[in-house]
Nanobody
Framework: QVQLVESGGGLVQAGASLRLSCAVS????????MGWFRQAPGKEREFVAA????????FYADSVKGRFTISRDNAKNTVYLQMNSLKPEDTAVYYC???????????????????WGQGTQVTVSS
């Protein structure tokens, strides 16, 4: 079992920055990749970014590339999502997810991830 707890969401104006954190606990040695997903009201959950736990290779959705940065601190068992130049369309509940034990590649599909946090709300006003 892997437990995930997100923090760092909030209400900001367009153009501002936020940093989300995801604390990972439990059987972390089996984690292959960590991902951030988001879900806006009435929309499906969508991929935002992912990082391979070992090696740190990162992947981004086109909509956030160049604005968001995913990183992980293995010593602290924490994954971060630095979000800059936020736009109103970034408004959503953001979820942290763990792919454990993993399928040998980093997936952008929510169904590939085995563990999920409770989510944190990010609201960007115009």
């Amino acid at each position: 079992q892997v437990q995930l707890v997100e923090s760092g969401g909030g209400l900001v104006q367009a153009g501002a920055s936020l940093r989300l954190s995801c604390a990972v606990s439990g059987r972390t040695f089996g984690v292959y990749a960590m991902g951030w997903f988001r879900q806006a009201p009435g929309k499906e959950r969508e991929f935002v970014a992912a990082v391979r736990w070992i090696g740190g290779i990162t992947f981004y959705a086109d909509s956030v590339k160049g604005r968001f940065t995913i990183s992980r601190d293995n010593a602290k068992n924490t994954v971060y999502l630095q979000m800059n130049s936020l736009k109103p369309e970034d408004t959503a509940v953001y979820y942290c997810a763990a792919d454990s034990p993993g399928g040998g590649y980093v997936s952008v599909r929510p169904a590939a991830y085995d563990y999920w946090g409770q989510g944190t709300q990010v609201t960007v006003s115009s």
